[in-house]
């Protein structure tokens, strides 16, 4: 052997003589089964191969080639072997010019059978499967890192070569749920066992992996997993798809989850627990590649989402709807339930994916999911569901309003006005008015996430009476331009909403707790002195409701409401310190503890709490009296005269039908009948409310119905875009006009003019531009108000 490799040396032309001259021998040898010269042979052949490094080695290789392909070919495993181990030598061997004729096709199928072994001894399997990926790792390391040589990326080597690999990573005995990069194999294990030797070659491939042939390294998983049935339960391919995500480079994140995605929409109609099992992986997928780069795709991978979603609502309602009783009916459930797990899986993605975006992705994602949501009466959701019907339409509400509360979770904006734009603001309030408990609740928590920008909420937990809220170390900050501004803007929207949700029949505890937390939110973050008042009207206003119960509540709702007053008016009026102020609520929370505990959180809301049967004959002291906190305030400096005038929103039948806030609560027009039989410190005080439904009913429309929608329209575009200087100053313009017209109507009569019997009171916002006496007149063809 030491002469003939000086002589290969020596005489390098003489190799490929040398390399047919022992091919053929070899050859021989090999049909002939004589093992022993073929052990000889390829050792020579090995040794000439590593000692010769000069051009004249490329037909050498060829030779090479020739003789392990033929062993290979041999049905002895020890020749298989032996042949693996010369080919893994030889692609060690880093060549100076590429050889573009070679082709590894051969090898590339061979290595691949020889990992899919089969052998009826236990060892000599395992020997075989080892070989084999031994075989597909010198494969990859040879022709990789070469593009202009034939390439193993092509669809029909990768179709082999990953498969192959993941039969043998499959079976491994136990894959732990590891949350981070699962750890590298020692080099005693890749020697010896096949499972984590191929993990390894597949990391390796990955590695390599550009941006022109990721998908053809990762679309064979998808095959190797469907034909496996390794979805459901899936630890295998979560486990598969942690070592390509911890892999590939960081930038090619996202073409693993679109892959996964398009899967996705390939097994749509597959089993709930299929689909199930995928949107877990593309969990962990998307836990990884938050870390690093996300990808331009973002709004594909929510669309992609949501519109599975869709789909497993369909089929949970279509499996409710045709679901008969015996054992059908027990199948229907179980497949409900399984929609279940898909739903929440998809939820739970959404929420990761979003909550690791940046804020301005983040926002966009929230506009994109508000989108969806069907509102009753409306079209301009973007989501089909027509085949849904009224309990898959609540389904996909509570699922997109869940994944919402989601997206929105910590999410921290500087001004409030970033956080709920109205062009998010308006249709997310849209559902706070559904008669749906749970809707409700849902709309009130995303609202929190996106308000409470200091971290209180967790402190305001729960509704109840606090002895200090200093001791809840509240941190707030100066209310700023911008959050006054929106406070201005959307207050009355917000306070409107808060009223009516409170007299929804079918609240709950927690409807009750979001309420008050969402007051106690709106006090430490956007609350001026004069937005204080606000709130402190709204207060009354709703303990007025539940005094005469205009409604028809039943006695629970009214005693939580009288609850969440006391405990919200507890708070604000430790909030802004005011001395009296304080005293008036603690002495009536003092009266309540003794005579009507059934008026407070602690109680009320308590297993078994005594009811009263009415709340009309109840000492006025239980309630807070609106003279006594305007007096309190007042003498610190607040401006309390819009205390005088009670909180009423404008409440349309469109609420009720459509489900939709009403459009016209920018202006409230109240008449206020101020007889003098009434006491001024009683509670509530008589108002009619002049609505638009009033007056149309007062005239007959027929004929009229588009002059009249034209020109609410334009009252409507008029109070939302004018500036508010403008409305006002032709607000008091048109009073002083009727003030003047009263009084030339006064001069005409025969009699002297009576005694006002009431006055007529402009309200717009926060502000009261005029109060004009009412006369009570008989004129035959004069109405006047």
Request: aromatic share 8%; net charge negative; charged share 25%.
């Amino acid at each position: 052997m030491e002469k003939l490799t000086f002589y290969a040396v020596s005489a390098p032309e003489k190799l490929d003589r040398i390399g047919s001259y022992l091919a053929e021998r070899l050859s021989r040898d090999v049909v002939r089964h004589r093992s022993g010269y073929v052990l000889i042979a390829m050792e020579a052949l090995d040794q000439l191969l590593m000692a010769c490094h000069s051009q004249s080695i490329k037909p050498f290789v060829e030779s090479f080639l020739h003789m392990v392909a033929k062993l290979l070919e041999s049905g002895e495993p020890k020749l298989q072997v032996l042949g693996t181990n010369s080919f893994v030598k030889f692609a060690n061997i880093e060549e100076d010019t590429p050889s573009y004729h070679r082709r590894y096709d051969f090898f590339v199928s061979r290595f691949s059978a020889m990992c899919h072994s089969c052998h009826s001894d236990p060892e000599i399997r395992t020997e075989i499967r080892i070989a084999g990926i031994r075989g597909i790792q010198g494969v990859v390391r040879k022709t990789v890192n070469d593009e202009l040589r034939a390439t193993i990326w092509e669809p029909q080597h990768m179709d082999k070569i990953v498969p192959s690999l993941l039969f043998n990573m499959q079976k491994i005995e136990e894959v732990d749920s590891r949350t981070g990069p699962p750890p590298s194999p020692s080099a005693a294990d890749k020697e010896e066992n096949p499972a984590v030797l191929a993990e390894n070659c597949f990391r390796e491939l990955l590695g390599r992996a550009t941006f022109g042939n990721m998908n053809n390294a990762v679309r064979p998983v998808f095959a190797h997993l469907d034909h496996h049935k390794l979805w459901d339960p899936n630890e295998f391919a979560v486990h598969c798809f942690k070592i390509i995500m911890y892999s590939i480079q960081a930038q090619y994140s996202h073409h693993v989850i679109q892959e996964i995605l398009g899967h996705l929409d390939v097994r749509k109609k597959d089993s709930p627990r299929v689909r199930a099992g995928i949107i877990q992986v593309l969990l962990e997928a998307v836990a990884i590649a938050a870390k690093g780069s996300i990808g331009p795709t973002v709004l594909e991978v929510f669309n992609t989402l949501l519109k599975h979603l869709r789909l497993s609502v369909e089929f949970e309602a279509n499996d409710l709807q045709g679901g008969s009783v015996g054992s059908a009916n027990l199948n229907s459930s179980s497949k409900d339930n399984d929609e279940k797990i898909v739903q929440n899986a998809i939820i739970q993605t959404i929420g990761f994916f979003g909550s690791n975006l940046p804020d301005y992705q983040r926002s966009e994602i929230m506009m994109f999911i508000m989108g969806k949501v069907p509102v009753f009466g409306t079209s301009t959701h973007t989501l089909d569901i027509s085949q849904l019907g009224d309990l898959g339409t609540r389904r996909i509400q509570i699922m997109l309003l869940r994944s919402l509360l989601m997206v929105t979770s910590g999410y921290k904006a500087k001004t409030i006005v970033t956080a709920l734009p109205g062009s998010f603001l308006d249709p997310l309030l849209s559902p706070s008015l559904m008669e749906d408990y749970e809707l409700r609740q849902l709309v009130l928590e995303v609202m929190h996430n996106l308000m409470d920008r200091h971290d209180n909420r967790a402190k305001l937990r729960g509704i109840r009476i606090i002895p200090d809220v200093a001791d809840l170390k509240i941190k707030r900050e100066k209310i700023c331009r911008q959050d006054t501004s929106f406070m201005k803007k959307n207050g009355q929207q917000l306070y409107r909403h808060i009223y009516l949700g409170c007299k929804e029949e079918d609240n709950v505890q927690k409807n009750y707790e979001l309420l008050y937390t969402s007051l106690a939110l709106i006090t430490i973050e956007l609350a001026n002195e004069e937005v204080v008042i606000d709130l402190i009207r709204l207060a009354i206003a709703l303990q007025d409701s539940a005094i005469i119960n205009e409604d028809n509540l039943p006695m629970f709702h009214r005693c939580g409401i009288m609850a969440l007053v006391a405990a919200y008016l507890n708070f604000v009026s430790q909030m802004i310190a005011v001395p009296a102020f304080c005293q008036h609520i603690s002495k009536v929370i003092e009266i309540r503890t003794m005579e009507a505990p059934y008026f407070l959180p602690e109680h009320i809301f308590r297993d078994k709490c005594m009811l009263p049967k009415s709340l009309e004959r109840h000492d006025k002291n239980l309630y807070f009296l609106t003279n006594k906190i305007a007096e309190s305030l007042g003498g610190s400096g607040y401006s309390v005269e819009r205390l005088s005038v009670p909180y009423v929103p404008q409440v349309t039948d469109e609420d009720r039908l459509s489900r939709r806030k009403s459009i016209v609560d920018t202006v409230s027009i109240q008449v206020d009948i101020l007889p003098n039989s009434i006491p001024s410190d009683d509670v509530v005080s008589n108002t009619e409310e002049i609505t638009f439904e009033a007056l149309k009913k007062a005239i007959d429309t027929s004929g009229m119905e588009e002059q009249e929608k034209e020109k609410r329209r334009l009252v409507i575009e008029k109070f939302q875009k004018a500036p508010f200087e403008e409305i006002a100053a032709q607000c008091e313009s048109k009073a002083n006009l009727l003030h003047d017209r009263l009084a030339q109507i006064l001069e005409l009569t025969i009699r002297p003019p009576p005694s006002p019997s009431g006055t007529l009171t402009i309200t717009s916002g926060h502000a009261q531009y005029q109060s004009v006496p009412v006369y009570e007149m008989k004129f035959p063809d004069l109405c006047v108000y």
